[in-house]
Nanobody, 117 residues
Framework: VQLVESGGGLVQPGGSLRLSCAAS????????MSWFRQAPGKEREWVAA????????NYADSVKGRFTISRDNAKNTVTLQLNSLKLKDTDVYHC???????????WGQGTQVTVSS
């Protein structure tokens, strides 16, 4: 299993970013996929999930209405559109299979999102 996240960066409050995760080594289209985030010294937090066919999505209350998860099963990618970013959204963002917990133990490096004025 390989999960490679990209798209993070430094953005001002209120700004936007689009994160991408390229997945390989498993039957991507048969798994729900999620995004998680983690700050140093803190537990990993689930952020958003999408069903295997993309028909249903779920979000943590902290990001609902601001973030949008989507997937492309033809490209084995899952994306997270981050809008109206807040200082507290600063974290390293990871993707993994699963609806609310990461199913695979091999997490990727993640992509750093820093929201700062």
């Amino acid at each position: 299993v390989q999960l490679v996240e990209s798209g993070g960066g430094l953005v001002q409050p209120g700004g936007s970013l689009r994160l991408s995760c390229a997945a390989s080594g498993f039957a991507f289209s048969t798994y729900p996929m999620s995004w998680f985030r983690q700050a140093p010294g803190k537990e990993r937090e689930w952020v958003a999930a999408v069903t295997n066919a993309g028909g249903r999505r779920n979000y943590a209350d902290s990001v609902k209405g601001r973030f949008t998860i989507s997937r492309d099963n033809a490209k084995n990618t899952v994306t997270l559109q981050l809008n109206s970013l807040k200082l507290k959204d600063t974290d390293v963002y990871h993707c993994n299979a699963g609806w609310s917990k990461g199913l695979f133990k091999d997490w990727g490096q993640g992509t750093q999102v820093t929201v700062s004025s």
